[in-house]
Structure formats: C-alpha cells, structure tokens
C-alpha cells in the first residue's frame, strides 16, 4: 500500500513541523492574497492521504455544486486551511496535505484540493448591500484619519478584471471624490482609513462610476473595480475642526449673555439649538456618532421636538451599524414633521436593511439545521474519531 501513495517530494512546508504540505498546480491571476478578516469562496475535494482509506474522497463542494465561503483566521475550517489559503493567488488552484494536528486530530492525514475563486474584504457600503468591500491591509496611524472635508494625498492603483486601468498619486479633500476621478465608494473606504493605512477596496453598483465615467476609462459598464490605495498624508485639522471650533467659542458666549424679557430668553435658547444642530452636523461630517449624538442630547433639553435633532440621531445611528435606533428616530422626525420626505426614505431604508437581515439570519439558521440533518442521516460521526463528511470545519477536541 505504501507504494501506492504519491511522493510528496514537490510539496513545500507551509509550517515548520512539516505539519502542512503545499503544491501549486495552476498559477494564480495577481500576485495578491487573502488576509485576516476576508471572506473566501473555494471550491474543494478532500481525500484521505494514507492509511487503508488512501485516496477516497470524503468530502466535496464540487460535488454539491456549490462554492464553499467562510473567512480567514477566524477559526471557521481546519488549521491548516487558515494557514494555506493565506498564501493562495486568485484563480490558484493547489493542493494540500494536512497532518492530524492541523486536521481533524483523528490521527488521520487529509488531502485538499483547493481553487480560490474570489476574495473580498467586509461590507462598508452604507446599506450593506456589497456594493462596497473593504480589506484592511495595513493600519497605519489611528490618530491621523482622513475624514470628510481633511486634504489627504493618496496613492491609488485601479484593476478591472485584473488588469490596470489607473495608477497615480491624488491630492483631494475627502468628499470630494468627482473632482478627483474616482469612485464614490473609494472616497467614503477612505474615511475607513488612517494616515499611512493601505487597503483594498473592491465597489460596485451605486458605490461604483457612472456610465460615462465608465466610458471615460475605456472599461465595460457596471464591471467591478478594485483599488489598492495608500494615504500618504491628510492634514490633522480640516475646515470641520475649525468649524466646531467657532461653534465652542460662540456658546462660550451665550453663557455670558443678560437677556430682558421671555423674547430674549426664546432667541437666545434659539441660538443655542442652532449652535448644537451645526455641532452635530461636523459630527456627521466628520463621521463621528458619539460626538453628534451628545449634541443631539443637549438638543432634546433645549427643544424637545426638534425635528433635525432626531434626524441627525438617524444619521449618528446610521454611521453606528445600528438601524434599529436610527430607525426609532427618524420615525421621530416624521411624526414631527410629516412632510420631511427625507426621514421617510431613511425609514424605508432602515425597514429594509433589518428584513434582509432578518432573512439572511433566518436563512442561515435554516442551511445550519439542513447540513446537521444531511450530516446525522449519512451516518457521519462526531469528534471521538470517526470521519466527517461535512465542510472542513476543524474539530477542536484532542
């Protein structure tokens, strides 16, 4: 039997145990990979390496005919996958050889066939639709941040479909981004970002160029576009940070100011309302939700109807990830106002975006209970050692 098994002389060691085992059989496209945090799409087969079972095939998506997903380093497959895809090209297609300890730690060596098909980084369109993913790939300065209305150089290379299209240093204001030729997506992945931070940015749909500027570049409408970009530089004080500087000043003042009569009295709480709504709005601009919703609070002891006030806690919810508050508020405005047509597209949009998740965790729930259903009826046994016929999800048991 033992002349039966392949030599694993062609393999090189992704470990220094020699605990995993790697073959490229088909060269990737570009010379990028996935990092931690990245949702990967796979196709796989996986057989036994060894043993009296060498060569049988125990588990394949290719076989359900459905690509596998999950994201890297988080713990969701088999050690040895989180240390293999890793080093994949998109495109690649290797093979791989997992030792026990990097398996399923049943004392028995798997075998992988992997082809990466796509990666991409997390959701940071505004109705998290995928229209805008993000790969964080270098932090830089957290301290540094180019938010909206702050000059930042940037340094930017286009792909589309792997080609080129747009490589070049850019000097713009963050919210600018048709002056600067690029993507609405790239503009708002930037205030993502930090000084000195690279990512890679991949938009579409709304978050995407518009038809003309898709001609403009000589590329197929609607196609996906990937942008590496690097912030050289932003300039820690912006036009907003001199904005709520004025706006500190100026209630500094209103607490000195003697008023006559209820009038004065109404005026000046007046102003003061003006002051924070224009505070909360930097807040916005600036994409700070902590900031503009504490003006928000000083808002409600003023004026407790305010109409902007709860819009703008939308917005603050919004910039949070949490639609449920953000709904509750605008639902606030709307009754204050029921002509705002503003807080009625936001509540529709909120209403939206908690059914599609609704859904996607009800159908997530529903394909667990079916794969566990498929797994018990085709007698595949759990973590005391015996085989698993489902995906490579490691056993944690030892």
């Not at 930090?194 to 038809?211: P, T």
């Not at 601009?285 to 808002?299: F, N, P, V």
Request: net charge negative.
């Amino acid at each position: 039997m033992a002349d039966d098994i392949p030599s694993l002389e062609d393999f090189f060691s992704l470990t220094e145990d020699r605990g995993v085992l790697k073959k490229v059989i088909k060269e990737g496209k570009r010379d990028i990979h996935p990092i931690k945090d990245d949702t990967v799409v796979v196709h796989y087969v996986g057989t036994f390496h060894g043993g009296s079972e060498h060569g049988q095939k125990f588990d394949s998506s290719r076989d359900r005919e459905e690509p596998f997903k999950f994201r890297v380093g988080k713990s969701e497959v088999i050690k040895a996958w989180d240390l293999a895809i890793p080093t994949m090209k998109p495109g690649e297609i290797c093979e791989i050889v997992a030792f026990p300890d990097y398996a399923y730690f049943d004392g028995k060596t798997r075998r992988f066939e992997i082809e990466l098909i796509d990666f991409y980084g997390n959701d940071v369109s505004d109705k998290y639709d995928g229209t805008l993913l993000m790969s964080t790939m270098e932090k830089g300065n957290a301290a540094i941040q180019p938010k909206p209305g702050v000059t930042c150089e940037i340094h930017i290379k286009g792909f589309c479909d792997g080609q080129l299209f747009d490589e070049r240093d850019i000097s713009y204001t963050v919210g600018d981004f048709e002056e600067a030729g690029i993507p609405e997506g790239l503009d708002r992945a930037l205030t993502y970002m930090n000084k000195d931070g690279k990512a890679r940015v991949r938009v579409l749909g709304c978050n995407s160029f518009s038809e003309t500027e898709y001609a403009q570049h000589g590329l197929p409408k609607d196609s996906p576009l990937e942008y590496e970009v690097t912030v050289m530089s932003c300039e820690v004080a912006g036009k907003y940070k001199l904005a709520l500087k004025m706006y500190h000043e100026l209630q500094g003042e209103c607490f000195s100011v003697v008023t006559d009569g209820c009038k004065e009295d109404a005026d000046l709480k007046k102003f003061r309302v003006t002051l924070h709504l224009n505070k909360a709005l930097v807040g916005l601009k600036m994409k700070s939700a902590d900031s503009c919703l504490k003006e928000c609070q000083d808002i409600i002891q003023l004026d407790p109807l305010n109409e902007k006030c709860f819009y703008r806690q939308g917005e603050a919810y919004l910039l949070r990830g949490d639609h449920e508050e953000a709904l509750v508020c605008f639902k606030k405005a709307l009754r204050v106002n029921p002509e705002n047509s503003e807080a009625a597209r936001k509540i529709k949009m909120c209403e939206t975006t908690l059914s599609d998740a609704l859904r996607r965790e009800k159908t997530m729930f529903q394909n667990a209970f079916k794969r566990l259903g498929d797994t018990t009826s085709s007698g595949v046994v759990d973590e005391v050692g015996r085989d698993s016929a489902s995906v490579p999800v490691e056993n944690t048991s030892s």
